[in-house]
């Protein structure tokens, strides 16, 4: 072996990790604390898939108390971020109000419920506290709605390349533009095959988003049932509205939802259509609803053409958790797959859950103390006893 870690002209590291998105950056930033870490990346750069195409939104609401815990434990890093982490702060003041029509008045009491034990800083109103925080909104639409002030516009370029920055300035190689096609293991070490290159690991990490569970397919690995589901967002203008100091604004039933972006508004038909993994695009009619949805609830009117719209995979597995953990099958290979709709914001506590269990550590303490277990996030989980 050379001391490039080259044993015949293959690279071997400790630890490989797939895919270059934030699940990838964030865990590789913590491994090479404990040994080499590569990271290989199909695309050009990193970022370019879902982690690139996000609404950037920290949001500490959700139905499910892990995923609470794991955004709540993301949050000291985010406001805090290590020294020379990043130029400008990674998060940024914006609120977020739950509107909900009269129809809609039991899910406004769902989510109180479900986060107001946790969340001491939710208040809930009529129209008027609506109007108070969103003057584009319609009172005869609002009839009640939940304000959150502690809601975060999270800079995701910053956070990405953040955590690459750790990573490199500690030893770690990215290589863009290697897209694995074959995994193969012998001997207690993986080989990895790329297009340009073979490599060799103990361990492999999945952290290939959309793609992860064909690259469990490749290794021989169980299968995770992962959804890719396609979301999609438009940048319109808000007409004669100022959009300064306006928070984010959700439809309870997440139907929809629109929040200020660089003097304009990003909107969002809120999407949920299972696709293959692919480099996806926003579906016309899906923006068309969104449209009509602001128009109903607010006084914007969209009379110029959308001049940019996108959409990413969201991927989801039967009970919408992460996919944390050895696999069932395959020797040394690691999940960090499903994160859904939350892979930004839960990505600082979700990196050093995933990097403590890959070295086989105990779960970080925070997050023990939350309720946060393996089993709850491990790929055996979703072991169907039938198909196995
Ligand atoms: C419209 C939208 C809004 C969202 N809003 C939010 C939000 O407000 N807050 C939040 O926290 N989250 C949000 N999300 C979700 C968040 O973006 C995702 O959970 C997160 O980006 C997933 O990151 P990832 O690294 O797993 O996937 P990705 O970013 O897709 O990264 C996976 C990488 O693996 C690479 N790869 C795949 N196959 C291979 C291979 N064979 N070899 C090498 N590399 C490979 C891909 O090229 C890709 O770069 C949103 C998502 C969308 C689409």
Not at 217 to 234: F, N, W
Not at 284 to 294: N, P, Q, W, Y
Not at 298 to 309: A, F, G, L, P, Y
Not at 349 to 378: K, Y
Request: hydrophobic share 40%.
């Amino acid at each position: 072996m050379d001391d490039q870690g080259r044993i015949s002209n293959v690279t071997t590291v400790d630890f490989l990790v797939i895919g270059a998105g934030i699940a990838g950056a964030s865990v590789a930033s913590e491994l090479i604390r404990h040994g080499s870490v590569l990271i290989l990346e199909a695309e050009d750069h990193p970022g370019y898939h879902t982690t690139g195409r996000s609404a950037s939104m920290f949001l500490e609401f959700h139905s499910n108390a892990t995923m609470r815990a794991l955004v709540r434990r993301s949050r000291p890093f985010l406001e805090s971020p290590p020294d020379g982490f990043a130029a400008q702060p990674l998060l940024n003041d914006l609120g977020v109000l739950f509107i909900a029509r009269a129809d809609q008045l039991n899910s406004l009491a769902r989510i109180m419920d479900e986060n107001y034990q946790e969340s001491a800083r939710v208040v809930s109103g009529d129209h008027r506290l609506a109007m108070r925080k969103h003057p584009a909104l319609r009172p005869e639409y609002v009839t009640a709605c939940l304000w959150n002030p502690d809601a975060m516009e999270i800079d995701i370029h910053a956070l990405l390349h953040g955590f690459l920055g750790i990573f490199r300035r500690s030893g770690g190689q990215l290589q863009n533009g290697e897209r694995v096609v074959s995994l193969h293991r012998d001997g207690g070490y993986w080989t990895v095959q790329t297009d340009e290159a073979s490599y060799r690991a103990a361990v492999v990490v999945n952290s290939a988003g959309a793609w992860a569970d064909q690259l469990g397919q490749l290794a021989g690995a169980q299968t995770i049932g992962l959804v890719p589901k396609r979301r999609s967002v438009c940048i319109i203008s808000a007409g004669r509205f100022d959009v300064t100091g306006w928070p984010m604004v959700g439809d309870v039933d997440e139907e929809f939802y629109f929040k200020p972006d660089a003097g304009n508004l990003l909107l969002s038909p809120a999407d949920e259509t299972p696709m293959e993994p692919c480099d996806v695009y926003p579906d016309d009619l899906d923006i068309a609803r969104a449209v009509e949805h602001l128009e109903a609830a607010t006084n914007i009117k969209v009379t110029r053409k959308i001049d940019r719209q996108w959409a990413g995979l969201r991927s989801f597995v039967e009970d919408k958790m992460p996919v944390v953990g050895y696999d069932a099958k395959a020797d040394g290979f690691f999940w960090l797959a499903g994160q859904g709709g939350d892979g930004i914001q839960t990505s600082p506590a979700l990196s050093r859950l995933a990097a403590a269990l890959v070295i086989d550590h105990p779960v970080p303490d925070d997050l023990a103390s939350d309720g946060v277990t393996p089993e709850v996030l491990s790929p055996k989980r979703l072991i169907n006893p039938k198909s196995s």
